[in-house]
């Protein structure tokens, strides 16, 4: 192998500028040679290639071509060799193959051309063998005739045995090609215990006795996220190497609200550990672990579901320097930098005791915590752990398990709203903010927009708001994916309402949870436990219906039959209607073929309860408690809000239909106390007297923040003086 020095300064200054410029998450093409990078353009423009599959494909063919024909020495004892394990991830469909076939045609050709030689070459030799070295002297041959070698750069199914043998004849190097990397992995140890999985780790790291470097090269297809979780878990020791290569889409980070309230905690002086709560599958894990890494420069991260182990660390621990130490025997290399750390607890539900450490962590301050869990709003969720754990520790302690009150910020994180949604959906902001000024001046929208908006809110409606089915919708703009997503989430709520719940509740949960379409179908929505079960009863069903409000999956719109603030004062606590947290579980509840009429507008006599979910499901994601107004007289408006400091009534309509309530109330504002009412229907913006229309897309744009009060500073030494004075 030639050796030759390359000026590190000069690697140094365009690693630097590389870095500045590599500001996405798409594959950054501007590292190869223009020529490549004009073939990977055109590629894309005439074939349609993903630009980030044919990069990947073409980064492997290099290190294919490079072979083990060069090193790059980064300094003393620090020698890199182009060892490449790819993985281009995306569903079927998704155009994975062609850009691997298209980067590895001349290896292909080639391997194909030394193929046909090989077996001329190996029937000649079967030929001679099958002859006596006489014979073979006698007709001119070589008397010891060598065994022909069959050249490659490709292999697609080998075991470790295998690769040594064929490896010792291709010393330049040679790249596995499997082509289901599913497949692939699922292979693994077949024919041994445990150490075909060492074997390739050794590979990885140029580490295996009798082979030099190799490159894996493949595509993953179907359930990409459990397939990338299994090869996450053999190659942990050195994932880094490890480029995962999805589809633009598939990668494509939702940008979510919340980061603005994680900065401002962040940045807020002696802030407390933060606590983000919220429904299952809502993004906490991954906005909490993408917040940390791109604000501080050690993340610890824990999930005390999957590494239950963890939980350990915190048990009768009841200082920061006890728990950091427990956590260092367990993670090997983990660091503990004052000022610069931010640990995550993930699912911290599971271990109430490091829910309690929240209050040590708030009193030590060296260190940032954010922790994340899906069932703490649960009342008397962890009774059972807090009594099986307590059993652990010698010495019983009331406050080992207690919530720290006072000690923790707390942040409810909700599914994505339409704005989110839009954004997901690469709406430019000038759109939006041009809807949030025809809002504001009460102006039509201009009927491009309008029509686009209107298709977009029944994507949304179809979709939902949960982070996984929106991904599953960009990535394959299929129903069907979106649909496979839900009924996952859906499995993991029913589960929980059996493994968490209390004893008497469980038979009840699932039955409260499943009879809510049927609730929003009647004509009245009021909540009627006799939908849930004939005979049924308050007291069997008034704990399941507070366990899946608690848990978030569920909210409830209380009736008052006073149009006034406070509307808390005025609610019935016992007359109320009930909503799913987000509407795509309601339409995944209704059934197969509801998104297909949601987007082609055949909702029939159900459009009015999916379009009055999409308010409830807006309302409760601004943080707003629900209520709606009902006489015994039978006038109803849908939901009561307050706005600027008055009792605002909102109807929602599928489509254009009259509200006779509406006008009842109108024609006697002084009765009822109500000076307007916003309409949401199929309609522009528009407005007639004290009634405002607007489509229902503007829901988003509600402003509904508590009006400010200023107040004026009291002259406290006037008072004084004056009581001074009055006293003599």
Same mark, same amino acid.
Request: hydrophobic letters at 40%.
């Given at each position: #192998?030639?050796?030759?020095?390359?000026?590190?300064?000069?690697?140094?200054?365009?690693?630097?500028?590389?870095?500045?410029?590599?500001?996405?998450?798409?594959? !950054?093409?501007?590292?190869?040679?223009?020529?490549?990078?004009?073939?990977?353009?055109?590629?894309?423009?005439?074939?349609?290639?993903?630009?980030?599959?044919?990069?990947?494909?073409?980064?492997?063919?290099?290190?294919?071509?490079?072979?083990?024909?060069?090193?790059?020495?980064?300094?003393?004892?620090?020698?890199?060799?182009?060892?490449?394990?790819?993985?281009?991830?995306? %569903?079927?469909?998704?155009?994975?193959?062609?850009?691997?076939?298209?980067?590895?045609?001349?290896?292909?050709?080639?391997?194909?051309?030394?193929?046909?030689?090989?077996?001329? #070459?190996?029937?000649?030799?079967?030929?001679?063998?099958? #002859?006596?070295?006489?014979?073979?002297?006698?007709?001119?041959?070589?008397?010891?005739?060598?065994?022909?070698?069959?050249?490659?750069?490709?292999?697609?199914?080998?075991?470790?045995?295998?690769?040594?043998?064929?490896?010792?004849?291709?010393? %330049?190097?040679?790249?596995?090609?499997?082509?289901?990397?599913?497949?692939?992995?699922?292979?693994?140890?077949?024919?041994?215990?445990?150490?075909?999985?060492?074997?390739?780790?050794?590979?990885?790291?140029?580490?295996?006795?009798?082979?030099?470097?190799?490159?894996?090269?493949?595509?993953?297809?179907?359930?990409? %996220?459990?397939?990338?979780? &299994?090869?996450?878990?053999?190659?942990?020791?050195?994932?880094? &190497?490890?480029?995962?290569?999805?589809?633009?889409?598939?990668?494509?980070?939702?940008?979510?609200?919340?980061?603005?309230?994680?900065?401002?905690?962040?940045? =807020?002086?002696?802030?407390? !550990?933060?606590?983000?709560?919220?429904?299952?599958?809502?993004?906490?894990?991954?906005?909490?672990?993408?917040?940390?890494?791109?604000?501080?420069?050690?993340?610890?991260?824990?999930?005390?579901?999957?590494?239950?182990?963890?939980?350990?660390?915190?048990?009768?621990?009841?200082?920061?320097?006890?728990?950091?130490? /427990?956590?260092?025997?367990?993670? &090997?290399?983990?660091?503990?930098? !004052?000022?610069?750390?931010?640990?995550?607890?993930?699912?911290?539900?599971?271990?109430?005791?490091? %829910?309690?450490?929240? =209050?040590?962590?708030?009193?030590?301050?060296?260190? +940032?915590?954010?922790?994340?869990?899906?069932?703490?709003?649960?009342?008397?969720?962890? +009774?059972?752990?807090? &009594?099986?754990?307590?059993?652990?520790?010698?010495?019983?302690?009331?406050?080992?398990?207690?919530?720290?009150?006072?000690?923790?910020?707390?942040?409810?994180?909700? !599914?994505?709203?339409?704005?989110?949604?839009?954004?997901?959906?690469?709406?430019?902001?000038?759109?939006?903010?041009?809807?949030?000024?025809?809002?504001?001046?009460?102006?039509?929208?201009?009927?491009?927009?309008?029509?686009?908006?209107?298709?977009?809110?029944?994507?949304?409606?179809?979709?939902?708001?949960?982070?996984?089915?929106? /991904?599953?919708?960009?990535?394959? /703009?299929?129903?069907?994916?979106?649909?496979?997503?839900?009924?996952?989430?859906?499995?993991?709520?029913?589960? +929980?309402?059996?493994?968490?719940?209390?004893?008497?509740?469980?038979?009840?949960?699932?039955?409260?949870?499943?009879?809510?379409?049927?609730?929003?179908?009647?004509?009245?929505?009021?909540?009627?436990?006799?939908?849930?079960?004939?005979?049924?009863?308050?007291?069997?069903?008034?704990?399941?219906?507070?366990?899946?409000?608690?848990?978030?999956?569920?909210?409830?719109?209380?009736?008052? +039959?006073?149009?006034?603030?406070?509307?808390?004062?005025?609610?019935?606590?016992?007359?109320?209607?009930?909503?799913?947290?987000?509407?795509?579980?309601?339409?995944?509840?209704?059934?197969?073929?509801?998104?297909?009429?949601?987007?082609?507008?055949?909702?029939?006599?159900?459009?009015?309860?999916?379009?009055?979910?999409? #308010?409830?499901?807006?309302?409760?994601?601004? @943080? @707003?408690?629900?209520?709606?107004?009902?006489?015994?007289?039978?006038?109803?408006?849908?939901?009561?809000?307050?706005?600027?400091?008055?009792?605002?009534?909102?109807?929602?309509?599928?489509?254009?239909?009259?509200?006779?309530?509406?006008?009842?109330?109108?024609?006697?504002?002084?009765?009822?106390?109500?000076?307007?009412?916003?309409?949401?229907?199929?309609?522009?913006?528009?407005?007639?007297?004290?009634?405002?229309?607007?489509?229902?897309?503007?829901?988003?744009?509600?402003?509904?923040?508590?009006?400010?009060?200023?107040?004026?500073?009291?002259?406290?030494?006037?008072?004084?003086?004056?009581?001074?004075?009055?006293?003599?």
């Amino acid at each position: #192998m030639d050796t030759y020095s390359i000026n590190p300064a000069s690697i140094i200054d365009e690693a630097a500028d590389l870095s500045m410029r590599l500001t996405g998450t798409d594959f !950054p093409v501007s590292i190869f040679p223009t020529r490549i990078q004009r073939i990977i353009s055109e590629v894309h423009e005439c074939h349609n290639y993903p630009t980030d599959y044919i990069a990947a494909a073409i980064l492997t063919a290099i290190a294919v071509g490079i072979g083990n024909t060069h090193l790059v020495q980064i300094k003393q004892g620090w020698v890199e060799s182009p060892i490449l394990y790819i993985a281009l991830i995306g %569903r079927p469909g998704a155009n994975k193959s062609h850009p691997l076939s298209f980067a590895m045609k001349p290896f292909l050709d080639y391997d194909h051309k030394q193929n046909q030689e090989f077996e001329k #070459m190996l029937a000649k030799y079967n030929e001679l063998m099958s #002859m006596s070295r006489k014979e073979r002297a006698d007709s001119g041959e070589e008397q010891f005739p060598q065994e022909p070698i069959r050249k490659r750069f490709l292999i697609s199914d080998v075991t470790p045995e295998g690769l040594s043998l064929i490896h010792a004849q291709n010393k %330049r190097g040679l790249c596995l090609w499997a082509d289901e990397l599913s497949a692939w992995f699922k292979n693994f140890n077949r024919y041994n215990n445990g150490s075909e999985e060492q074997f390739w780790l050794s590979v990885f790291s140029a580490k295996t006795s009798g082979t030099s470097p190799a490159k894996l090269v493949g595509k993953i297809t179907a359930n990409c %996220r459990k397939v990338v979780r &299994k090869i996450t878990m053999v190659f942990e020791k050195s994932l880094k &190497k490890v480029y995962f290569c999805f589809q633009i889409k598939c990668h494509t980070m939702l940008k979510r609200k919340i980061e603005d309230d994680l900065i401002a905690w962040k940045n =807020k002086p002696g802030h407390k !550990p933060l606590v983000i709560m919220g429904i299952r599958q809502c993004g906490k894990t991954y906005i909490s672990r993408h917040f940390a890494e791109q604000n501080y420069k050690n993340v610890v991260y824990m999930n005390f579901i999957k590494q239950p182990e963890r939980i350990n660390a915190f048990v009768g621990s009841k200082d920061v320097d006890s728990i950091l130490l /427990n956590l260092s025997a367990q993670i &090997k290399g983990v660091k503990f930098i !004052p000022e610069e750390t931010c640990l995550i607890f993930d699912e911290i539900q599971e271990c109430p005791e490091a %829910r309690t450490s929240l =209050k040590f962590f708030k009193e030590d301050g060296r260190f +940032d915590v954010i922790a994340t869990g899906s069932l703490l709003g649960v009342q008397g969720y962890g +009774d059972e752990l807090k &009594k099986r754990r307590r059993k652990m520790v010698q010495k019983k302690d009331l406050g080992i398990n207690s919530v720290p009150v006072g000690s923790e910020d707390i942040i409810e994180m909700y !599914p994505l709203d339409f704005e989110e949604f839009l954004w997901a959906n690469g709406m430019n902001p000038d759109v939006i903010e041009a809807l949030r000024k025809f809002y504001t001046e009460e102006t039509p929208v201009p009927e491009g927009i309008h029509v686009a908006m209107r298709q977009y809110l029944n994507l949304y409606v179809a979709v939902g708001g949960l982070p996984a089915p929106i /991904n599953a919708f960009l990535t394959t /703009n299929n129903m069907n994916a979106v649909s496979e997503e839900y009924k996952g989430i859906l499995k993991e709520y029913r589960d +929980d309402m059996v493994k968490y719940a209390p004893d008497k509740d469980k038979p009840h949960i699932r039955e409260c949870f499943n009879s809510i379409p049927k609730q929003l179908a009647k004509e009245n929505k009021k909540f009627q436990y006799s939908k849930v079960k004939p005979g049924g009863r308050g007291e069997t069903y008034l704990g399941s219906l507070q366990w899946l409000e608690d848990a978030g999956i569920i909210c409830r719109c209380y009736n008052t +039959d006073i149009t006034g603030l406070p509307m808390e004062g005025n609610a019935k606590d016992n007359v109320f209607k009930v909503y799913t947290a987000d509407i795509g579980l309601l339409i995944e509840m209704l059934g197969p073929g509801t998104r297909a009429d949601i987007l082609q507008g055949n909702l029939g006599g159900f459009k009015g309860a999916i379009f009055e979910n999409l #308010m409830a499901d807006t309302l409760h994601k601004k @943080q @707003q408690s629900l209520y709606y107004f009902l006489k015994d007289s039978g006038l109803e408006l849908d939901f009561l809000v307050r706005m600027k400091g008055e009792c605002v009534p909102l109807e929602v309509k599928a489509k254009t239909a009259q509200a006779k309530s509406v006008q009842t109330v109108l024609k006697h504002a002084d009765k009822y106390h109500v000076k307007h009412i916003i309409k949401f229907g199929d309609y522009n913006v528009g407005r007639e007297g004290q009634l405002l229309t607007l489509p229902n897309y503007m829901q988003f744009l509600l402003d509904l923040e508590p009006e400010k009060i200023v107040l004026e500073p009291i002259d406290v030494d006037a008072v004084n003086a004056l009581a001074k004075k009055i006293l003599g």
